[in-house]
């Protein structure tokens, strides 16, 4: 059937296990970006996962409206080229962590996630977890400069110069949030 058939007004799914679990058309992955995009919590990751269906499927080809994706997704979904490429290192990040650390990596603003998703790439699943930690506990100052403390770039050093070496436990608790020391 054409994209114009039976399926188009089926309801845009609302979560990510949903969006994964769906076989869109073009048209309807279109439709499911914009509909998602800048909605808060799983709606990144969604955007993240329809941009990445899109791009390798070369929806992007069949508007004849751009000369590249990225274009195409400032053309005509009206998202930055840049906050499409976050999405979508995110996405290509994150993914083959989502389904066993789903709930941590949700906790995490779309901010933080995509700063410490510059590094998550060829992590193994215990240091990348160790990192995804560090992001939802972190502020963005201080997750920054534990970014730049890990690159250990000279020409960009960390603005925080304190050694660390009286330190505290602390735990968080998965129901109300709240740290509490140990």
């Not at 004849?64 to 995110?90: C, D, H, P, T, Y």
């Amino acid at each position: 059937m054409s994209e114009t058939g039976k399926d188009l007004g089926r309801p845009i799914p609302q979560t990510l296990k949903e969006t994964m679990e769906w076989t869109p058309t073009a048209v309807q992955r279109e439709r499911a970006i914009r509909a998602n995009y800048l909605q808060g919590e799983e709606a990144y990751l969604i955007v993240g996962f329809l941009l990445r269906q899109s791009k390798n499927a070369g929806d992007w080809k069949k508007d004849g409206i751009a000369n590249s994706f990225f274009e195409w997704v400032e053309k005509e979904l009206l998202i930055s080229g840049s906050n499409a490429q976050r999405m979508l290192l995110i996405w290509d990040v994150v993914s083959p962590l989502l389904k066993s650390h789903q709930e941590l990596i949700l906790q995490i603003d779309f901010s933080k996630l995509a700063e410490v998703a510059t590094i998550l790439k060829g992590m193994n699943e215990q240091k990348a977890l160790e990192w995804l930690h560090v992001a939802s506990t972190n502020t963005m100052k201080d997750l920054k400069n534990n970014i730049k403390a890990h690159k250990g770039d000279p020409n960009n050093p960390p603005t925080d110069v304190c050694d660390h070496k009286s330190t505290e436990q602390w735990v968080k608790c998965k129901i109300c949030k709240a740290f509490i020391k140990v």
